[in-house]
């Protein structure tokens, strides 16, 4: 598959995503949308792939937002679609994915940036990266899911200061509260990103899936957090896996997913 504005490779069952527009510190514009639409897809659909790591070409930016030249000639119809399509790529092919997704930010994620890292399940940051939501300060409001993500990772008072300032906040004040799991050195980033999706690979995959699915319940209106728990707990005692995984506990070894 070839694309003009992501890499996309595959090693030891991560599908790797980079953003690769340095020149315009890797900025969402549609097309780049729509490519990241597309590897996310590729990776979903392929049974060789356990997990993916995002992440952006070079060492000043993740995703320094949209493309706003972009934004000049759309109407409100065609920003209402853009929209749309930002909610679906990020909701629908990260958040909700079966399979792990890590952001890997090495340096800006701002705007749309941030919002794509907030959709992972887990977000790395490099000592240089710089995190915020400037949206308000082009007369606008985070539109692909900022406003209800920002608030349940870090709470409404955080969330209401960082989006209504348009401030920036360093990699050290988002690990404080609670946006960031790790800050590492830039050249041991997707060192550790690896490390952790390797890490997650070693455990049982049904039950990563319907753990993963089960958390994403909590921010659903239309389910039942606790009920979708209590119905994977019960199914995943049907599984292979539970059966291998109870066998070597009791036996005193690795299990073998």
Known sequence: MEFQNILYHVDKQIAYI???????????????LEELEAS???AKGDA??????????????????????????????????????GHYI?????????????AAINGFALGGGLELALACHMRFASENAKLGLPEVSLGLLPGYGGTQRLT????RGRALQMILTADMINAEEGLRIGLINEVLPLE?????ASEVMSRIF????TA???????????????????EVEIEHFAHLFLTDDFKEGVAAFLEKRKPNF
């Open 18 to 32: 980079t953003i690769n527009r340095e020149s315009k510190l890797n900025a969402l514009n549609q097309l780049t």
């Open 40 to 42: 996310l897809t590729s």
């Open 48 to 85: 060789n792939v356990k997990g993916v790591i995002i992440t952006g070409t070079g060492d000043k930016a993740f995703v320094a937002g949209a493309d706003i030249k972009e934004f000049v000639e759309l109407g409100q119809l065609e920003a209402k679609k853009l929209s749309e399509k």
């Open 90 to 102: 990020f909701t629908e092919l990260i958040q909700n994915s079966k399979k792990p997704v890590i």
């Open 152 to 155: 349940r990772l870090v709470g």
């Open 188 to 192: 041991d980033l997707l060192k550790r």
């Open 202 to 205: 070693s455990r049982s995959s």
């Open 208 to 226: 990563v899936e319907a753990a993963i699915d089960a958390m994403n319940a909590c921010d659903d209106q239309t389910r039942d957090g606790y």
